[in-house]
């Protein structure tokens, strides 16, 4: 059993940054990646980044590229996004995940092969 939680989310306005971070409970050898998913009210969820654990290889969903940065501390059991130039439309509950599931390194966040999720931090961006 993987436990994660997260912290880091706030209210800005446009334009500005957050920082989220995850401690997960420990890094093991059946974490295979770990991932940031968000949930704005009335929408589906909606993978943001994800980091291969075996490799340290990134990938971002479109919405968010060039403006997130996933990565992780490995000694601190820590998975962080560095969330610049926010928009409106990052508005969210935003969850980190864990995958037990090697086929999550072949493509870009997907919900279902993730087995262990935090429980959420709001960030709100406002224009």
């Known amino acids: 059993q993987v436990q994660l939680q997260e912290s880091g989310g706030g209210s800005v306005q446009a334009g500005g940054s957050l920082t989220l971070s995850c401690v997960t409970s420990r890094y093991t050898s059946s974490n295979v990646c770990l991932g940031w998913f968000r949930q704005a009210p009335g929408k589906g969820r909606e993978g943001v980044a994800r980091?291969?654990?075996?490799?340290?290889?990134?990938y971002y969903a479109d919405s968010v590229k060039g403006r997130f940065t996933v990565s992780r501390e490995t000694a601190k059991n820590l998975l962080l996004l560095e969330m610049n130039n926010l928009k409106p439309e990052d508005t969210g509950m935003y969850f980190c995940?864990?995958?037990?599931?090697?086929?999550?390194?072949?493509?870009?966040?997907?919900?279902?092969?993730?087995?262990?999720w935090g429980q959420g931090t709001q960030v709100t961006v406002s224009s």
């Open positions: 980091i291969d654990m075996l490799n340290g290889s990134p």
């Open positions: 995940a864990a995958s037990a599931d090697r086929s999550c390194r072949q493509h870009g966040p997907e919900g279902h092969v993730y087995n262990f």
